[in-house]
């Protein structure tokens, strides 16, 4: 529709994509290449074939370690998404000192992993920690995370909503905001109920957002590591393993990159199976706006 | 156009900018001696209590000493990375035992011809044991500077408040682990005895104070399914099991112990010597002068030993293969190793790797604990040798420990699963 | 009547406890900062105590490279910014305004590159950057930062362009304004809450980014969070109060930015602000 030069849009993505090749994508075709050779410092690699692939699938470890991930990462996004999507729905209307409260819910985002964990180790403290004190006089449950692991699993998940909760609200939050009030209304008058106005009118508007957030967080929980390695280590006995653990443990413990590299690459199958359901929908969404 | 060239003119100016600032950063000092270790070991070397003779080495020689400091675990990594690339502004690093790698040979540079044309004053009172260590196909790399060596700490005012006595063997350790282990009336738990970790350091300390049992030897003979393991295995898992290691014990760090410690939520603990200084700390410390560190005593079955052969780990220092400035980095060595200054380091809150520092007066009249840590010393060996595995080796003795104190395995089971597992990842 | 009592009385009881939720753990390291270290792990923990300045005192004496550590931070997290906002404006707009079958597969080339795990990134990226002499500077993790975040940016501010009509800029075409005089003159005032929105997310990421940043840098340009991870991972036990200290010290800048932009991420991920 502007001027007809072909090579105008390629040129303005070109600085986007240089920096995602040159950052990630040629450092990323090294990991594929490494992930089929056994490779450690202060040595010369030598090619293995899929010999490190053989290792991790045969590692009960890793096999823990990725159904940890899995439940985690479903558990952590389903989370926040309704968390996020309750919080919207009632932020949306106009009272006194919104901006504030809208600050405030979304403060978490702007602390670091290492802090936020100190604050939570701190809070659940199995002796004197606030939150263990109240659960155990309010609900007689000893929270103890560092002796049970579905307590330290569970910890892992709340950490993770708690700094993660502000991305999917941001998105959900002006998504909902740009509902027309007219089109809700209209449906009111019509006699739809509240539940129905949601579904219908409202739903309908941010699913796109919806889809957005939920896919990036996907991508972004499925890489969990911080959390998990400052709180338990993946400990006792690594029930709390995740992938991104598991991964560190090669790479940076046992400087054993090739298994590292391995892992990674399984890790990008994962974030693709899971991606790839959105990433259609998505597709079809530009398609369908073309 | 010509917007066009404003903006890339706006970008091209950011860059420069961050460049500029990057120089500017960089060229603060004119030559500088990089040295990649742990905030203890500068703090060792420049603090003032004891003499800041690194500082005033590199003030005669005219150089400035950067420090690059990380915590133990990333130390090492940063080390050893940046030795194995092509070139590095690393000249000096430090590296503790447990992380020596067999590539060493192919990181560091050797130091017998540095040591033979300019030697260290009084180089053969270092340790041996340290130095066979850090010596491969004959040749040394490394030069120790640290080393920490396990003692028992016991809070006498908890000890007062229940009216016992200082334990003189290991068993009354225990009995006084378990009579100091109860509830307060505001509800605050008191845990007996704390262990540093779940590794195989912390429980061959008891293996060794029962029965001189071992887990893994420096010729990597490996004993973790030995009677002596199992039942140092089986003892920690009752002391967790009556409430008289914490609690936490399972997902515990070494900075947990220290605030136990300090809020007389823990009333003994099995680790280094140098950790006197903090539990005493007045700032701290809830019983800044009431926490005594002692030889850990051995077992009363034990023969030929008073007080038990528990750990020793060191640090040592090494010169990365690729620095461009080893002379300098010797002699930075050479002045932190001599006599005087493994003096200074030490009542800077070392642990001196040279036995005579401890005959000096000031040691006596500065550390309470000298003469103690003196005599553990003579007895005390490395926990387990550094190989390209040991880290492995660790992960699974956790794992496997961990079960046992879940109630999922025995002693017996997991140490005989970690036998089974090790093997494979011994040395040829 | 009293339904909508009852649905205003829920809406608050939410928004209640989202806001306890989110403040709480704040609050304590927060105030845990002020207090000494035996009233930080006094039990019951007190709300009422002697505030003390202590803790600040002793981090600036005993920590130092704290201060140039956020020096460093402020410094990375302003090019990434800057970095990221220019790129991704430039390829939002072309994604917004053009179609073709290139532009697709490189959209859906910068979801699928982001997939893998940052860390497994590092083993190759570590030699390579060493080779080009960019260890330890600030360039470096400006570039590592934008290039993780171009795609959610190019993404957000692709959806904000969508929202600005194609009429402005066909009107100024007809006008003779080239494309670069459009983008300036019509897109950039008109996307300027889109560009708050897209770099909110690189900014907070820049400001608290560890493993980067403790592979990349060494002493030039070591960032806050890496000193903040050394205090609470120190040999000697750790100075609570002063890791507290310096958590809030870490915390306030950004949170104060939040705080400030927080209308504009709102606007700048709808449409609202193209239509006022």
Known sequence: MFEDKRWLPTLMVSPVLLLLIVMIGIPSIFVAWLSLTESTLGAQSTFVGLDNYRQIFSDRIFWRATINTFVIVNVVVYAELIIAMLLALALNCKFFGKGLIFSILIAPYAVSEVSAVVMWQYAFEPDVGTFNLLLEQLFGIDFNWSRNPFHGLTLIAILSIWIHLPFTLIILYSAISTVPEDLKSAARIEGATERQVFRLVT????????????????????????????????????????????????????????????????????????????????????KANG | MKHKSKIMLAGLSCLAGVAALNLSISQAGAETLTAVGHKVHQTTMTSDVGGNFAGEW?????????????????????????????????????????????????????????LASNPIEGFDELPKGMLDAMTIDGKLYGIPYRHATAAL?????????????????????????????????????????????????????????????????????????????????????????????????????????????????????????????????????????????????????????????????????????????????????????????????????????????????????????????????????????????????????????????LGIKTPEEAMNSVQERVTPLLPE | MAERYLTIALRFFIIGLGVLWSAFPIYMVVSSSFKTHIDIFAVPSKFLFTPTLDNYRQL????????????????????????????????????????????????????LVRMLPPLVVTIPLFPIINWLELNDTHAILIVLYAAFFVSLSTWILKTFID??????????????????????????????????????????????????????????????????????????????????????????????????????????????????
């Open chain 2, 153 to 405: 700490h016991i809070n006498t005012a908890l000890l007062e408040e229940k009216g016992l006595e200082v334990p003189t063997t290991f068993e009354e350790v225990l009995d006084v682990a378990r009579a100091l282990s109860f509830t307060r009336d505001d509800g605050t738990k008191v845990y007996g005895l704390m262990l540093d970790d779940r590794t195989p350091t912390s429980i061959t300390d008891i293996a060794r104070a029962q029965s001189n049992g071992e887990f893994l030897t420096q010729d990597f003979k490996l004993t973790a399914s030995s009677p002596e393991m199992i039942a140092a295995v089986q003892t920690v898992q009752d002391l967790y099991n009556e409430g008289v290691l914490p609690e936490t014990y399972l997902s515990f760090l070494t900075e947990d112990v220290i605030t136990f410690m300090q809020q007389g939520r823990g009333a003994m603990a099995i680790s280094p010597f140098g950790r006197n200084k903090n539990y005493n700390n007045p700032d701290e410390s809830q019983f800044p002068g009431k926490i005594i560190s002692i030889p850990l005593p051995a077992s009363e079955t034990l023969t030929g030993f008073k007080v038990a052969p528990v750990r020793t780990e060191f640090w040592a220092m090494f010169i990365p293969k690729n620095s461009d400035d080893k002379d300098r980095a010797w002699d930075f060595i050479r002045n932190a190793s001599s006599p005087e200054n493994t003096i200074k380091a030490a009542l800077n809150g070392n642990g001196p790797v040279r036995p005579s520092a401890y005959d000096d007066p000031r040691m006596a009249e500065r550390l309470s604990y000298a003469e103690a840590e003196q005599t553990v010393l003579s007895v005390a060996r490395p926990p387990l040798p550094g190989w390209d595995n040991s880290a492995r080796v660790q992960d699974i003795f956790v794992e496997e420990l961990d079960l046992v104190l």
């Open chain 2, 58 to 114: 590199a003030e005669k020689n005219g150089v400035e000493i950067e420090w690059l400091t990380f915590n133990t675990g990333a130390v090492h990594e940063r080390l050893y990375r940046e030795a194995s690339l092509s070139s590095t502004s690393v000249d000096v690093g430090f590296a503790a035992n447990r992380f020596f790698l067999p590539q060493f040979p192919a990181m560091f540079e050797p130091l017998d011809d540095y």
């Open chain 3, 163 to 276: 929202q600005i009509p194609r009429e402005l800029e066909e009107a100024a075409e007809v006008e003779g304004a080239s494309l670069m005089q459009r983008l300036i003159k019509i897109i950039l005032p008109l996307s300027v809450h889109g560009m708050v929105a897209a770099c909110v997310f690189v900014v907070v990421f820049s400001w608290n980014e560890y493993m980067f940043a403790l592979i990349f840098t060494s002493s030039a340009a070591k960032t806050a969070p890496l000193v903040l991870a050394e205090i609470s991972g120190s040999l000697e036990g750790v100075q609570w109060g002063v890791l507290f200290a310096a958590a809030t010290l870490q915390l306030a800048p950004i949170l104060i930015f939040v705080l400030l932009v927080q209308k504009y991420i709102v606007t700048g991920l709808t449409a609202g602000a193209v239509k006022g």
């Open chain 1, 203 to 286: 739903f309908r508007i941010i699913a796109p957002a919806v889809l957005i957030a939920l896919m990036f967080r996907y991508i972004f929980a499925m890489r969990l590591f911080s959390e998990a390695w400052l709180l338990t280590e993946g400990g006792p006995a690594r029930l709390t393993e995740v992938l991104g653990i598991y991964l560190f443990r090669s790479a940076f413990r046992y400087f054993d990159f090739g298994p590292a590299a391995a892992t990674g690459i399984a890790m990008q199958f994962l974030s693709l199976l899971v991606a790839s359901f959105y990433l259609y929908r998505l597709y079809k969404g530009m």
């Open chain 3, 60 to 111: 600036l004496s005993d920590w130092p490279e704290f201060l140039d550590g956020l020096l460093n931070s402020l410094i990375i997290t302003t090019g990434a910014t800057l970095l990221t906002a220019i790129v991704s404006l430039l390829a939002g707009y072309a994604y917004s305004r053009y179609q073709s079958r290139m532009l697709t597969a490189s959209a859906f080339f910068m979801i």
